[in-house]
């Protein structure tokens, strides 16, 4: 039997299968973030805020302030985020409950408030297109097609595809005043 057509048995078959590629991911990212966070700050940042923004927040366990570059698409005046890989990821999980973060967006700094959804159709569907025209890769790892005006095709799918992820809603009150 060849091993490369043989499918995983079980979930963790499948978790460990992709575990290389988590770990070549979670390697790549502590080198980079750190210049990435940087750039960010400086007077360079326009090279990368137009698809990344920096939000810090605090632990709540640990009560320790974190800051890490992030994915973003703006929808009706709201900075949204989706965590990919978010079985992998803990950050977000600090964001469930309403939690006052702090942006860097554009160059600038900003008080906001944030709520991570998992899973819940009504809150991810109505946000998730924006997203999806904005990293239509995006769209294609999910196995989701985009119309011409950017919209979803198939909006059942895009239901069970919002039942799978993890989105951060950012309201940065400042920001809908200039929007």
């Given at each position: 039997?060849?091993?490369?057509?043989?499918?995983?048995?079980?979930?963790?078959?499948?978790?460990?299968?992709?575990?290389?590629?988590?770990?070549?991911?979670?390697?790549?990212?502590?080198?980079?973030?750190?210049?990435?966070?940087?750039?960010?700050?400086?007077?360079?940042?326009?090279?990368?805020?137009?698809?990344?923004?920096?939000?810090?927040?605090?632990?709540?366990?640990?009560?320790?302030?974190?800051?890490?570059?992030?994915?973003?698409?703006?929808s009706?005046?709201?900075?949204?985020?989706?965590a990919?890989?978010?079985?992998?990821?803990?950050?977000?999980?600090?964001?469930?409950?309403?939690?006052?973060?702090?942006?860097?967006?554009?160059?600038?700094?900003?008080?906001?408030?944030?709520?991570?959804?998992?899973?819940?159709?009504?809150?991810?569907?109505?946000?998730?297109?924006?997203?999806?025209?904005?990293?239509p890769?995006?769209?294609?790892?999910?196995?989701?097609?985009?119309?011409?005006?950017?919209?979803?095709?198939?909006?059942?799918?895009?239901?069970?595809?919002?039942?799978?992820?993890?989105?951060?809603?950012?309201?940065?009150?400042?920001?809908?005043?200039?929007?």
């Amino acid at each position: 039997m060849d091993l490369a057509k043989r499918k995983p048995t079980t979930t963790s078959q499948a978790k460990r299968d992709l575990s290389w590629l988590i770990r070549i991911g979670f390697v790549f990212h502590r080198v980079t973030n750190p210049f990435i966070r940087l750039i960010l700050r400086s007077p360079l940042h326009s090279l990368l805020s137009g698809r990344l923004i920096l939000i810090t927040y605090t632990g709540k366990k640990s009560g320790m302030r974190y800051m890490l570059p992030v994915q973003y698409a703006r929808s009706d005046g709201e900075l949204i985020v989706v965590a990919g890989y978010h079985q992998h990821k803990k950050w977000w999980r600090n964001l469930r409950q309403r939690s006052m973060i702090q942006v860097c967006y554009r160059g600038k700094w900003y008080e906001a408030l944030a709520t991570a959804s998992e899973g819940d159709v009504g809150v991810i569907t109505p946000l998730f297109p924006a997203y999806l025209r904005r990293f239509p890769a995006s769209a294609r790892i999910r196995g989701l097609t985009l119309d011409p005006s950017g919209g979803v095709e198939d909006e059942e799918k895009l239901r069970e595809a919002a039942k799978k992820v993890v989105m951060v809603g950012i309201k940065v009150p400042a920001l809908k005043a200039s929007a």
